[in-house]
C-alpha cells in the first residue's frame, strides 16, 4: 500500500520565528505519523525549520519553489543546489500562485523539475485548472497539458509527486467546500496517464484540505495524500489532519 504523504505548505504566511515555533510544536507532537509529512516554510525560515528533523526524522523540509539554474548570475533567484544544502528533501513546482502571480509557464515548470531532480530532490508538481476554465469544460484539458509538458522530459524513473490542485479550490483564507466527486476524476486521468506512461508517483490533492474532509479525499483507494495550506498554520489543525489521515491507514 502506498504511504500517505502531508505537504505543509506555509507560503508567504508565517515569520522566521513563527515557522520555527510550529514547526518545533509538529515535530515534538506528531509521534505516530504515517507515511511521510514535509513542511514548506518561507525560504528564509528554511534553516531553522531544518532543525527539526533531529526532534522528529520522519519531519522533511520543503521549499515552495526554486529556479531552474543551479548557479549563475540570476539576482534574487533561489537556487536548487542551495535548498538542497540546507536540507530540502521535496520543492513544490508549478504552485498555481507561480503560475500566475509570477508567470510562471508550463516550459518554466518542465525545467524546474529536471533542476530539482538533478540536485537530488522530489519535485512536488502542482496542476490545476481555473474556475473559468473549469466552467468551460476545459479542466480535463488543462490539467492534461500542464502534466504533460512538465514531465516531457523528466525521467520516468525520477520520484515526483503529483498534486491535483484546482485553483478554484484553493482556500486563501476561506476554505470551500471540495466534494470528492468534483475532483476524483482528475486523479482517476492524472493516475491513468502514469500507469500508460509508466510512471509510478503518487497522485495527491490540494486546496481547502481541512480536519473534516481529509479523511474523505485521502485513503488508500482515493488520493495518496494533502498539500495543506491554511489548515497547515496552526498546530492544532495540522495535527489534526494527520491524526485523520493516520485512522485511513490504520491496518
Ligand atoms: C495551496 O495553495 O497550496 C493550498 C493547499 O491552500 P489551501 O489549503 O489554503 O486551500
Known amino acids: ?150 514531465l516531457a522530459d523528466f525521467p520516468v524513473d525520477q520520484p515526483c509527486i503529483i498534486t491535483y490542485e484546482p485553483v478554484w479550490a484553493i482556500s486563501h483564507g476561506t476554505p470551500h467546500v471540495v466534494i470528492k466527486e468534483e475532483v476524483e476524476p482528475l486523479r482517476v486521468l492524472i493516475a491513468a496517464y502514469l500507469r500508460e506512461t509508466n510512471r509510478v508517483a503518487p497522485v495527491i490533492y490540494g486546496g481547502s484540505v481541512v480536519v473534516d474532509n481529509v479523511q474523505s479525499l485521502v485513503g488508500p483507494s482515493a488520493f495518496a495524500g494533502a498539500l495543506v495550506g491554511g489548515a497547515s498554520l496552526t498546530a492544532k489543525d495540522f495535527l489534526g489532519i494527520l491524526a485523520n489521515v493516520r485512522k485511513l491507514y490504520a491496518v
Open 1 to 150: 500500500m502506498q504511504e500517505p504523504i502531508i505537504i505543509a505548505n506555509w507560503k508567504m504566511q508565517l515569520g522566521i520565528a513563527e515557522s520555527q515555533e510550529l514547526a518545533k510544536q509538529i515535530a515534538s507532537e506528531a509521534t505516530d505519523v504515517v507515511g511521510t509529512v514535509v513542511l514548506c516554510p518561507t525560504f528564509a525560515a528554511l534553516s531553522v525549520v531544518a532543525e527539526v528533523e533531529a526532534i522528529n526524522s520522519q519531519i522533511l523540509l520543503g521549499a515552495q519553489d526554486c529556479y531552474f539554474e543551479t548557479k549563475g548570475t540570476f539576482t534574487s533567484a533561489t537556487s536548487p543546489a542551495v535548498l538542497a544544502e540546507l536540507g530540502c528533501k521535496y520543492v513544490i513546482v508549478g504552485h498555481s500562485d507561480r503560475r500566475y502571480l509570477f508567470g510562471d509557464t508550463n516550459d518554466v515548470i518542465q525545467k524546474k523539475m529536471r533542476a530539482v531532480a538533478l540536485n537530488g530532490m522530489t519535485p512536488v508538481l502542482c496542476v490545476g485548472e481555473t474556475a473559468e476554465e473549469r466552467k468551460q469544460g476545459q479542466s480535463e484539458d488543462v490539467v492534461m497539458e500542464q502534466l504533460k509538458t512538465a
